[in-house]
C-alpha cells in the first residue's frame, strides 16, 4: 500500500515559475527521498534528506521536512519544460529497507 | 558505468502463462529491490536482495510470483499463471553499500497479460 499522497496531483504552470509538490506520509521515517519519473522512462534519483535535517538544497531543488507534521515539500525554482515529468516522495523507515512511495504529482512546464 | 538494465522492455502473454523477468543491476550493487508500478500509481514493493539472498519478500503479493538472485548479482522475477490483474510496469533497482538508500531504477519491463 502507499505510504501517503502527494499534492496536488497535477500541476501545470509557466516557464520560469516555481513549482512547489508537498508530500504527506504516515509512520516514522529514517530518510524521504524525491524522485523523477519522464514519460515511459526509469525512476531518477533527485534529492533525499535525512530525518534529521529539515531543508535541503540541490541546485534548483529546495526539500524540506517536517517530521512532526510528517510531510515534505520539493521547490523547483526557475521551471523549465524538461522539468515536465512525474514526481514521487519516497520513504523508507531504516537504511537499506524498501521505498515507500507515495502516487505522485504531475507536473507540466508549459513554454 | 552502466546502468540497471531490464529485459525485456515490453512482455505480452495470455492468463494463465508463466514469465520470467530480468534484471541486470548496476556492477559491484550488493542490494537489489523489484517494484511493481500500475497506471497512475507510484511504484510499489515486492521484494529486496541483500546479496543472494532475499532480505524482505513481504511485498510479493502472492505464492504465484518468486524472484531469485543466484550469484548475487543478476535477478529474475518468476510469475507463475498469470492474471490479468498482473498487468503493470515491473521495476528493479540497485544500490550499493554505504550510508545512502538512494536507488538506482532501471526502465521497468512492461507486462500485459491478456
Known amino acids: 500500500s502507499q505510504q501517503g499522497e502527494e499534492d496536488p496531483q497535477a500541476l501545470s504552470i509557466q516557464e520560469g515559475e516555481n513549482a512547489t509538490m508537498n508530500c504527506s506520509y504516515k509512520?516514522?521515517?529514517?530518510?524521504l527521498q524525491w524522485y523523477r519519473q519522464n514519460s515511459g522512462r526509469g525512476l531518477v534519483h533527485l534529492i533525499l534528506?535525512?530525518?534529521?535535517?529539515r531543508e535541503k538544497h540541490s541546485g534548483r531543488l529546495r526539500v524540506t521536512l517536517d517530521t512532526s507534521k510528517k510531510s515534505s515539500s520539493l521547490l523547483i525554482t526557475a521551471s523549465r519544460a524538461a522539468d515536465t515529468a512525474s514526481y514521487f516522495c519516497?520513504?523508507?523507515?531504516?537504511?537499506?529497507?524498501?521505498?515507500?512511495f507515495g502516487a505522485g504529482t504531475i507536473l507540466r512546464v508549459k513554454s | 558505468g552502466a546502468g540497471v538494465s531490464q529485459t525485456p522492455s515490453n512482455k505480452v502473454t495470455e492468463k494463465g502463462k508463466y514469465v520470467e523477468l530480468r534484471c541486470d543491476p548496476i556492477?559491484?550493487?550488493?542490494?537489489l529491490y523489484w517494484y511493481r508500478q500500475s497506471l497512475g500509481q507510484g511504484p510499489e514493493f515486492l521484494i529486496y536482495?541483500?546479496?543472494?539472498?532475499?532480505?524482505?519478500d513481504s511485498g510479493l503479493p502472492n505464492d504465484r510470483f518468486f524472484a531469485v538472485r543466484p550469484e548475487g548479482s543478476v535477478s529474475t522475477l518468476k510469475i507463475q499463471r498469470t492474471e490479468r490483474g498482473d498487468s503493470a510496469v515491473y521495476l528493479c533497482?540497485?544500490?550499493?553499500?554505504?550510508?545512502?538508500?538512494?536507488?538506482?531504477f532501471g526502465p521497468g519491463t512492461r507486462l500485459t497479460v491478456l
Open positions: 533497482a540497485s544500490r550499493t553499500s554505504g550510508s545512502s538508500n538512494e536507488q538506482f
Open positions: 509512520t516514522s521515517i529514517n530518510n
Open positions: 534528506i535525512r530525518s534529521n535535517e
Open positions: 519516497a520513504t523508507d523507515r531504516e537504511y537499506g529497507n524498501k521505498l515507500v
Open positions: 556492477s559491484g550493487h550488493t542490494a
Open positions: 536482495f541483500q546479496g543472494t539472498g532475499a532480505a524482505d
